[in-house]
């Protein structure tokens, strides 16, 4: 036991931010009451921090487990952050049900730490003890001989939240499964061992539900739309032909080609990229056709990939682990197995290349048939583009099959990714890739190529929104300079002829101080000449006047990449909006965010919160554009998925009222033009081929069986979106 609060004292070694503590009296005894000041304030954590590092070592599994209730009438998600002596930390995750509540653990120690499953969480191996807290990053690796701290909080939610904490203790050897990885998956690709509602048991289940759903999708836009899904009812503005932006009484709006105003809704991901699992199976090394140096798409948003017939004789296992998840592969010659996929990249996991399957696609023949070659495709596109309409949506989102894109029934917006052997630079934190070095002329080529691309696909309809270019790079991470300026001081410790980025950062500096010396007055530096810099600098010190040279040059490097993909875009689709490249929230500073706003028509952020709060969000007011959501969800566990998502709800319900608050959260914002959801369908329940994530949050199961809370929702938030966003004095 660590802390058990019976002596109803505050313990010493608690810091509490934004939220106020206290002890209060349980049927039990006495636990830690916490309030949670989050409504006014982005984050609120305990940090629990000893004098004196605890030692959590003894037993070959080992855990931290504590009982955490919610009296309040909304569910609350608890971030835990534990961080040992050399500063190693893990971040998991739990959700506490409104009014509910009871144990849960953090697994510490153990094989099941030790494995790489290739899923971003796995099956509980703990068995009885209670909940476990889910996944997010940081090292499974701690020193357990000397815990440093650990922290429970908050972050970004929608209101104040009120908590209790008790029975803080160390579980060690607790009983565990060991075939807790075998046989999970079933051929329909879900849980095997998990019951839950909806599951599907027969192709006849399956095959029903599509006929009864078909029955009654009216696939008829709501009476307030316009032709493009703009608001009918509201004002009629300038129609230039093609979507464009405005403010209008103080908020900016996009406009459709007709000239009514119009806010994106919409679903991303409606394609079969990024919904194929590997199988533990690879081919005889050679047999494989390698990646085209000159393709435009990253091999994990492409299409499924199977390999020839004469690479077949050279099949085999790879790796045990996964092979043993499935109850269930086809044989390449058997009536499913046309949606067999390879991999020839990957980001993590125990397999960096090899095969793949797509229970999804496999799920669609079973559900929609096949009367000719791949008729079941169309099917999927017909039923979902009505869905779509019916559920109220006004755009599909980004990532969408662009075999959509002819279909002249809902906006879309197009994308594409600029991806080539230009010389790269580094933010130190390159999640994803390292960033491009737009200084690079093969940098401006390839763009010109992902920009004809692009357009060759729009062909210039009035039904494409807007195209992003690009996704969630690693810009930088603000609280350090060294996260913040991190493009800047990787590259000066680089040489000018091996870096383009370099060579301007030299230029620009030598343009603003004339000589080396006044350069190292200012800095506080002993640089010996320019050429020194040339050949690249070492920093370790961060004062104030070298980050304001800092960001002079992170703001030109981000200028020269947003000029370059415009610059291209306008060459082939100049009367398309540019929507710019999703910062991530986690990826983005000030000064790449000023730059982008000179050359991008809206701004798009990936924001995955309870609610984009206001603390995090006042910077849109200074840049004053017209904005976009390009990600958000939520997830729960009652569906039979092992993660639920990178924001928690207890169950559907749950997720369905936090989907109609966040989209409320955005819709009310003025600078807000739009939000989609991430994404159309279920991450696969053994993780996507690329990266393993295996998250809940799909309107879709991988069964293509919409979750009908998640509908609902939708379809209330659709049916007030104008007259909510614009106001009845906007009526005509």
């Known amino acids: ?98 009014g509910g509540g009871g144990t849960y653990y953090a697994p510490l120690k153990g094989p099941d730490l030790k494995a790489d499953t290739g899923l971003r969480e796995d099956p509980d191996y703990w068995r009885g003890v209670g909940r476990k807290f889910t996944w997010m990053w940081g090292s499974k690796e701690l020193d357990l001989a000397a815990i440093r701290e650990f922290k429970i909080g908050s972050i970004s939610l929608a209101s104040d939240r009120s908590i209790t904490i008790d029975k803080v203790r160390i579980v060690r050897n607790p009983p565990t499964d060991p075939s807790y990885l075998k046989g999970i998956v079933d051929r329909y690709g879900q849980a ?24 009654q999708l009216r696939g008829a836009a709501l009476s307030d739309r316009s032709r493009y899904g703009g608001w009918k009812n509201g004002p009629k503005l300038e129609a230039t032909g093609f979507f464009r932006t405005e403010k209008v009484d103080g908020k900016w709006a996009m406009v459709d080609p007709e000239g009514y105003l119009y806010f994106a809704t919409g679903i991303d991901n409606i394609r079969m990229a990024n ?55 086809p044989r390449y010659n058997d009536p499913l197995g046309d949606h067999f996929d390879y991999r020839r990249e990957g980001h993590s996991g125990p397999l960096d290349k090899g095969e793949a399957y797509s229970f999804y696609r496999a799920n669609l023949e079973r559900r929609y048939g096949q009367t000719s070659p791949a008729s079941y495709m169309k099917a999927w596109r017909d039923v979902t583009t009505k869905r779509m309409i019916d559920w109220g949506f006004t755009s599909f989102g980004n990532w969408l099959d662009p075999s959509y894109y002819a279909t ?56 494409c ?35 383009p980025t370099k060579a301007v950062f030299v230029k620009l500096l030598r343009k603003k101080y004339g000589t080396v010396a006044a350069l190292n007055t200012a800095w506080g530096a002993d640089i010996a000449s320019w050429d020194a810099l040339a050949k690249g600098v070492v920093l370790k010190e961060h004062g104030a006047a070298r980050q304001a040279d800092y960001a002079m040059l992170l703001k030109a490097y981000a200028r020269e990449y947003f000029r370059v993909v415009d610059g291209a875009l306008n060459e082939v689709l100049p009367k398309h909006l540019y929507m710019g490249v999703r910062f991530a ?9 000023e730059a982008a706003s000179e050359f991008v028509d809206i701004m798009s952020y990936n924001e995955y919160r309870e609610i984009p709060h206001e603390g995090a969000w006042s910077f849109l007011a200074k840049i004053d554009k017209p904005s976009l959501i390009g990600e958000f969800h939520m997830g729960a566990s009652d569906a039979g998925l092992y993660h639920p998502g990178l924001i928690l709800a207890s169950d559907q319900k749950d997720r369905a009222a936090q989907y109609e608050r966040y989209m409320d959260a955005v819709i009310a914002n003025p600078w807000f033009v739009g939000a989609h959801w991430f994404q159309y369908v279920d991450s696969p329940l053994t993780g996507r081929s690329y990266d393993g994530e295996n998250y809940n949050v799909g309107f879709v199961s991988v069964a293509d069986v919409p979750y009908p809370e998640m509908v609902a929702a939708a379809k209330r938030m659709n049916g007030r979106l104008y007259p909510v966003r614009f106001g009845k004095k906007a009526l005509k």
């Open 465 to 499: 929104a807007g195209i992003f270019i690009d996704n969630e790079k690693s810009w930088g991470r603000v609280g350090t300079p060294q996260g913040q300026y991190g493009i800047v001081i990787n590259t000066l410790s680089r040489s000018a002829s091996d870096s």
């Open 1 to 98: 036991m660590i802390f058990d609060f019976e002596d109803g004292i505050v313990p010493a070694s608690l810091q509490a931010a934004n939220a106020q503590v206290s002890i209060a009296k349980t049927a039990e005894g006495h636990a830690l009451r916490a309030n949670l000041q989050s409504r006014e304030n982005l984050y609120t954590s305990l940090t629990f921090r000893p004098a004196k590092p605890w030692d959590w070592r003894g037993g070959d599994v080992v855990g931290l487990a504590l009982e955490i209730r919610n009296p309040g009438g909304e569910s609350v998600q608890l971030n835990l952050d534990i961080v040992d002596g050399e500063g190693r930390a893990a971040t998991r995750s739990t959700v506490i049900p409104a």
């Open 275 to 329: 919904l194929t699992t590997m199988t533990g199976y690879d081919f005889k090394p050679g047999s494989v056709k390698p990646r085209d140096a000159n393709d435009v798409t990253p091999e994990d948003s492409a299409g499924l990939y199977r390999v020839p017939d004469s690479a077949l004789p050279g099949r085999f296992v790879a790796s045990q682990l996964r092979r043993e998840m499935f109850q269930w592969i």
């Open 192 to 215: 095997a061992k998990i019951d839950f509602v909806g599951k599907v048991k027969s192709d006849a289940q399956l095959q029903a539900a599509a006929r009864a759903e078909v029955a």
């Open 585 to 593: 929230t986690w990826g983005m500073t000030p000064e790449v965010i």
């Open 408 to 463: 002249a029934q809902l906006p879309y917006f197009a994308n594409g990714w600029i991806i080539g052997n230009f010389k790269t630079v580094s933010s130190g934190d390159d999640y994803w890739a390292p960033l491009p070095d737009p200084f690079d002329p093969l940098f401006a080529e390839r763009a010109r190529v992902t920009a004809r691309s692009v357009a060759s696909e729009v062909r210039g309809s009035p039904w």
